[in-house]
């Protein structure tokens, strides 16, 4: 079946340093992949998103492209700031049957000043 | 309001109590989800309900019943909880795509609902 797997965390890391999360994803077909982040004692929200191949999604700073070659998604950022501090997810769209997204364990981030 | 919002907030039960925690969505969306998420451990599907049918029941014990009554509301009763339920409960709404396709699938995600069991 379809799979996600993160870079296993806590990740800790110095404000302006650079940051990679890696993920890579099993699936049937060409699904989106999506990056989301929960801040604490708040819901999921999407950080980014990429529909196929050689896609890049970018949102406040964040990057990752879809590889089809090499089935991964990393997210980088190139300057983290205290105020990225949360968990990530790296998820996939499951089309086949019930639509429903397939999420890695997440990873913490930790950003000190 | 706008986007997904759950109530309760927190919940704290006993394991013979009845409670349930309530989602609405506000985004005109046909599908709705039910999420757990647990220390430790990755989100866990339970519940997908399109245009209000089931779609989706993975394998979740029946002291958790949920009930979509409208396309903007989805509820999970909770009866006979057990401690190890105490979870972020986290509700999701989204566009299934139609015939004609063209969804790329993102979810929307309320705050969620804390529950502890005692």
């Known amino acids: 079946g379809n799979s996600v797997t993160q870079m296993e965390g806590p990740v800790t890391l110095s404000e302006e340093a650079f940051l990679t999360i890696n993920c890579t994803y099993t699936?049937?077909?060409?699904?989106?992949l999506f990056w989301y982040v929960q801040y604490p004692g708040e819901g999921l929200q999407l950080l980014l998103k990429?529909?196929?191949?050689?896609d890049k999604g970018s949102n406040k700073g964040f990057e990752a492209t879809y590889r089809k070659e090499t089935t991964s998604f990393h997210l980088e950022k190139g300057s983290v700031q205290v105020s990225d501090s949360a968990v990530y997810f790296c998820?996939?769209?499951?089309?086949?049957?019930?639509?429903?997204?397939?999420f890695g364990q997440g990873t913490r981030l930790t950003i000190n000043p | 309001e706008t986007g997904v919002t759950q109530t309760p907030r927190h919940l704290v039960m006993g394991m013979t109590n009845k409670k349930s925690l309530k989602c609405e969505q506000h985004?005109?969306?046909?599908?709705m989800y039910w999420y757990k998420q647990s220390a430790k451990k990755p989100l866990e599907l339970m519940f997908v309900?399109?245009?209000?049918?089931?779609?989706e029941n993975n394998s979740v014990p029946s002291r958790f019943s949920p009930e979509c009554p409208n396309s903007s509301h989805l509820f999970l009763h909770l009866h006979t909880l057990q401690p190890e339920d105490s979870a972020l409960y986290l509700c999701?709404?989204?566009?299934?795509?139609?015939?004609?396709?063209?969804?790329?699938?993102?979810?929307?995600f309320g705050e969620g609902s804390r529950l502890t069991v005692l």
């Open positions: 999701a709404s989204s566009q299934r795509p139609g015939l004609a396709g063209g969804d790329t699938g993102e979810l929307f």
């Open positions: 699936a049937t077909g060409y699904p989106s």
């Open positions: 990429a529909t196929k191949a050689d």
């Open positions: 998820a996939l769209s499951d089309l086949q049957g019930a639509q429903k997204l397939v």
């Open positions: 985004l005109g969306h046909n599908a």
């Open positions: 309900y399109s245009l209000e049918e089931r779609v």
